[in-house]
C-alpha cells in the first residue's frame, strides 16, 4: 500500500448475522460505495452483541484504519448495545443528545415518542449525528469511527447523508476482461503480466455460465495510465491464446457483482 | 458463554469481497449450519489477498476457535495464496499431495491436467483432503483448520462432506415470534424477560411487511426447558400488550433468512 492510500475497516454487529438468521447486506453495499470515493476497505468484522468484543474491535480498528463504519445495534431494545460500546471504546460519557432528541421529536407523531424510543437519541458525549431519512432514529459520528443502522435501506441512507465528511484518494479504478478460458490456461501469462505490473492488483474469478466455463480477469489501479498499459497487455496475452474477451468493462463503469 | 460451548470461526479470503465485485454468501450458509451441527460462529473476518494478514488471522482464530474455516484463495492463478499462507500460519512445508493429485487427475479428461491445475494439489505435509465433488480440486485440512472454496456451491457441497469430522455441542435451539408490535413498546417487557431468563440470548429485529411495521423476536437457548419458559413468557407479554404473534416459529422449525 502506498501513502496515499486512504483505508476504511466495517465492524457489522449482530448475533443475528452469526447465528445464520440474517444474511448481511452491508459490506457488499459499502464496499462498492467506498471504493468509489477512493477510500479502501480493507478489513470487515463481525461480532456478536458482546461489550468486550465490540469495545475490543472498534478500538482495533480505529487506530488501525483512516475510517471506521459501524452497523447494527442501535435500535431501543436491550440487545442494542453498539452506542455504549463506542462511548465505552473513547472513553466519553453517553447522555440524551439534544439534536437527536429534536429529530426523534420531529419524526414521531406527538405521543408516540415514549421512553424506549428515546433511548435511540443516546450518544457518546460530543457525537455529531448521521441523519436517518428512512425511520428517524439517527447513526452518529465520533473522531472517524461513523456508526450506522443496521437494516441495509437505513445504513445506505445515512451513509449518502454523510458522504461529504468523507475525504478519500485516487479512486481505485478497475479494467475486467470476461473470457471462454479456463483459469489454469490463462495463469501462466496473467502471473507474467503480474510480474511486469507488480503494482496493479490482478484477479481472476472463475465463472459457469449456461454451462460453459471462463474466468473474469480483474485489474485494479488508481493510476489509469499503469491500468491501461496492463489491459492491453492482458488483451494481448488472450488474443495469443486465440480467444477474445466476450465482455471487456474499461475503467468508469461499475464492476458487477457476481 | 459456558465451557460447553463449541465455538467457530470463518475468514472469509479475497480483494473481490472487500472491492465490493463479490457478495460473500458463505458467511450465512456456514452460519446456519454450524448452529445446527451445535457449533457456535462466534468471528467471522475479512481479509485481503495479502500473506500477511492472512497468516495473522489464521493464527489469532485458530487459537482463540475449537474449529477455523476459510473460503477463498484455492485456485490455480497467482492471486490464490491460501494454502501456502495456512502452512506458514502452521510452519509446515507445503507440497504436491499425491492424493490431491490423483483426485486432479481422475476429474480432468487425459492430458487436461495442466502445470497449473497440478498447483492445486498443493497442501502443507500432513493435511487431510476435503473432497470437491463439484469441480475437483480439493479443499484441505490441518489440525483444527478447515480451508474451502470461495464459490458457494463449492464451499457447500465441500463442508457437507468434512461435517462427519466435527464434534458439536448442544444445538442452540430458537424459539421466534413475528408480532405487528412497534420495538419500542415490546422493548421494556422483553427486558424484563431478559432479565428474569439471563442466560437466554435474546433479539428483536423490527421489520415492515407491506408497510406494516412489527417486529421479531427471538429466542436462543441450548437449553429446551428454559427456551419454552421464556417462549410463554414471551406469549404472555404480547397477550398483555393487546396483540398475538402473526407467526410462531418454535425450536425445531429453521430459522428464515430476514
Redo the contacts between chains.
Keep these: 500500500m502506498s501513502e496515499s492510500v486512504v483505508s476504511a475497516a466495517l465492524l457489522i454487529i449482530?448475533?443475528?448475522?452469526?447465528?445464520?438468521?440474517?444474511?448481511?447486506?452491508n459490506?457488499?453495499?459499502?464496499?462498492?460505495?467506498?471504493?468509489a470515493l477512493g477510500i479502501?476497505?480493507?478489513?470487515?468484522?463481525?461480532?456478536?452483541?458482546s461489550e468486550a468484543r465490540i469495545v475490543e474491535a472498534v478500538n482495533e480498528l480505529r487506530a488501525a484504519y483512516d475510517y471506521l463504519f459501524t452497523t447494527g445495534g442501535i435500535?431501543?431494545?436491550?440487545?442494542?448495545i453498539t452506542a455504549d460500546c463506542i462511548a465505552k471504546a473513547f472513553g466519553l460519557p453517553i447522555a440524551e443528545n439534544p439534536e437527536a432528541r429534536a429529530l426523534l421529536e420531529s419524526y414521531y407523531p406527538t405521543g408516540a415518542l415514549?421512553?424506549?424510543?428515546l433511548?435511540m437519541a443516546r450518544t457518546p458525549k460530543g457525537a455529531r449525528l448521521i441523519e436517518n431519512p428512512i425511520s428517524g432514529a439517527p447513526g452518529f459520528q465520533v473522531e472517524n469511527v461513523f456508526v450506522l443502522a443496521g437494516?441495509p435501506a437505513v445504513a445506505q441512507a445515512m451513509f449518502e447523508g454523510l458522504v461529504d465528511r468523507l475525504v478519500g484518494g485516487r479512486p481505485?479504478l478497475?479494467h475486467a476482461f470476461d473470457v471462454y478460458l479456463p483459469?489454469?490456461?490463462?495463469?501462466?501469462g496473467?502471473?507474467a503480466l503480474?510480474a511486469r505490473f507488480p503494482d496493479i492488483?490482478?484477479?481472476?474469478?472463475?465463472f459457469n455460465r449456461g454451462g460453459r466455463f471462463g474466468s473474469s480477469l480483474?485489474l485494479?489501479s488508481t493510476d489509469s495510465d499503469q491500468l491501461a498499459q496492463a489491459a492491453q497487455g492482458l488483451r494481448n496475452l488472450i488474443a495469443e491464446l486465440g480467444e477474445e474477451a466476450v465482455r471487456e468493462r474499461p475503467p468508469g463503469e461499475p464492476?458487477p457483482?457476481?
Design positions: 449482530g448475533n443475528e448475522i452469526l447465528s445464520g438468521r440474517t444474511q448481511d447486506a459490506l457488499h453495499f459499502l464496499a462498492g460505495r467506498l471504493n479502501r476497505l480493507l478489513d470487515a468484522r463481525v461480532v456478536p452483541d435500535g431501543p431494545t436491550h440487545d442494542d415514549n421512553e424506549r424510543r433511548r437494516i481505485l478497475s483459469e489454469s490456461v490463462l495463469a501462466p496473467f502471473e503480474q492488483e490482478m484477479g481472476s474469478y472463475p480483474v485494479r464492476e457483482n457476481s
